[in-house]
């Protein structure tokens, strides 16, 4: 069980906007990516830590999160460092979607929430069941739980580890 | 059931008779490709899972693009520790400055991609690949390292959504105008995110290679998961002679399960312009005749091929690039640029006015040369067009094709190739 405070997406948020053109070429790590997380989303993001400091748990978004169709891995780290530990949506870029099974980031998909949520309201989400309970105004979602793969991954703390692990152990991963 | 051909090549890669959308497979990769700015953290990656040797040394491809030639001492720190880890893993195919071309560009041209095989890269426009029939994706680092050690990635078979091409092209008409064209009809935004699209019917046989890449390359814009087209003998006679290894001539059934079809008459798709900002923001050329701009370029993974110079060769014949107009070309590769060299395209551009620039992404990210700046228009042969795309916030980008570039540059305004002189 997963408890904390979502930050509520009021439009399609692009990954070319999680991450600016200024950090693309920097080095994946959470601890800096996270620092300009979410710069072009929002003007009140753009400073420092500016998303971070709001200390948000979730992210409750629409359609096509992280969409825009780019590939960099910062996207997901960036957030990761900002505290994130799921992100609900209608609908997620496959690229970005991918990204965060690899990372063990869940990135859930529930079809009504984006309209029954709103920023610094407190939800608990349940990874074992996919049930999302917003404790605020006491409205419950479901959503889209995840395959066996990706909960495999996300157990073994990301893609990487799940990866090592089969190579120590001289096992085949697929 | 019968089976798409992203299908046939997901269950052969995966050792299997038959696979599902939906399900989740681990494929045997054939190439994996890495360039400049993240192949260094691929690298690093990859080391730590354990390993010291890459799956294959002749089949992980490393290509310098976004960064060189560097114009700034930080990218040339950058380039050479690429250089150093390239190296330090005895890689075969290393495609640095001197050598160079875009990442996806070099993928095809140098045959690393194969009808029938599954091939990765670390940027978003390894769709491309699907021009020769092959299952081309862009992943992350993550993907890419533990490919580099195992040889293999998961993959989710994705849903199909063909579209069947009829119809005649028209003077002047590109792949790039159908693929704006598409991208108008069915949003950028995406219904069609995780699906392979499939590019089928007489249009598209009548396609070459060029036009096929074009198409596919702009499918990862579509919010797709990959574009393909089934090879052919177009297909065959672009890989003979480079294709690296051996390759299986694969179609879809037909009785194959696609999602939506969706019938393009091209004989109706004419030169189509996408306004700032937004991709899905499609119009006829018609609607956009007279509009002043500023800088034209023409290049990227998208539209730096030769089969682009030859059409703006064939339109700047003789004429004069507007006084008020910078334009810079970029051959895709340097296989491009000694190609359009010998043929005579580049001297007629140069006749006209055009700077050329040494093959790279160049402005196309917005972090190389010949970036935007506040208040340019530029009208751009490339992918992307959003806010500060190409540099600053506070420029604007019209998509086009090429052709429609070029007659644009000549008259300072944008032009309809088809109505220019
Ligand atoms: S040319 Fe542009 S779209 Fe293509 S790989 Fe380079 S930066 Fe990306």
Known sequence: MIRGKCWVADDYVMAYNIIIQEYWISPINPEENSKWVMAGVKEEFNKENGFKDGGYTFIVAAHNFAGGGKSIEHVITGLMGAGIKAVFADSFARLQFRNAINYGLPFVTSKDIAKGCNTGDELEYDPSTGNITNLTTNKSFNSVPAAPFVAEVESAGGLMNFVRDKIAKGQPIG | ?421
């Open chain 2, 1 to 421: 059931m019968g089976m798409t051909i992203t299908e046939k090549i997901m269950a052969r890669t995966s050792g299997r008779d038959q696979v599902k959308p939906g399900e989740l497979v681990w494929v045997d990769i054939n190439t994996v490709m890495t360039m400049d700015y993240l192949g260094k953290q691929c690298f690093t990656k990859f080391r730590s899972l354990g390993k010291s040797e890459v799956f294959d040394k002749d089949r992980v491809i490393c290509v310098s693009d976004h960064l060189v030639p560097p114009p700034n001492q930080k990218f040339a720190t950058m380039l050479n520790e690429w250089r150093e880890v390239v190296r330090e893993h005895d890689i075969t195919h290393f495609y640095d400055l001197g050598r160079q071309g875009i990442a996806h560009q070099i993928m095809v041209e140098q045959g690393h991609v194969l009808p029938g095989t599954v091939s990765i890269g670390t940027d978003s426009h390894a769709n491309t690949y699907g021009a020769v029939g092959a299952v081309g994706n862009a992943v992350g680092v993550t993907d890419a390292a533990v490919a580099m050690a195992t040889g293999k990635a998961w993959f989710r078979v994705p849903e199909a959504v063909k579209f069947n091409i009829t119809g005649t092209w028209q003077p002047w008409i590109m792949a790039k105008d159908l693929s704006l064209h598409i991208m108008g009809m069915m949003h950028w935004n995406g219904h069609l995110i995780y699906k392979t699209l499939e590019f089928t019917g007489p249009a598209i046989s009548a396609l070459d290679m060029a036009g096929r890449m074009t198409l596919c390359n702009m499918t990862v814009d579509l919010g797709a998961k990959n574009g393909i087209v089934a090879p052919d003998q177009v297909t065959v006679d672009y890989l003979s002679g480079v294709a690296k290894g051996e390759w299986e001539m694969l179609d879809s059934d037909e009785d194959a399960h696609y999602e939506a079809v969706y019938e393009v008459d091209v004989t109706n798709v004419g030169p189509t312009v996408a306004l700032p900002d937004k991709l899905d923001d499609t119009v006829p050329v018609e609607k956009v005749v007279g509009t002043k701009f500023n800088k034209a370029f023409v290049g990227t993974c998208t539209n730096g091929r030769l089969e682009d110079l030859a059409i703006m060769a064939q339109i700047l014949k003789d004429k004069q690039i507007h006084r008020d107009i910078n334009m810079i070309v970029v051959p895709a590769s340097q296989t491009v640029y000694l190609d359009a060299l010998r043929a005579g395209y580049l001297e007629t551009l140069i006749e006209a006015g055009a700077a050329i620039d040494t093959p790279s992404c160049a402005s196309c990210a917005g972090i190389h040369t010949g970036v935007a700046g506040d208040g340019d228009i530029v009208l751009s042969a490339g992918n992307r067009n959003m806010k500060g795309r190409m540099g600053s916030k506070n420029a604007q980008i019209y998509l086009t094709s090429p052709a429609v570039v070029a007659a644009s540059s000549v008259t300072g305004v944008i032009t309809d190739p088809r109505t220019f002189n």
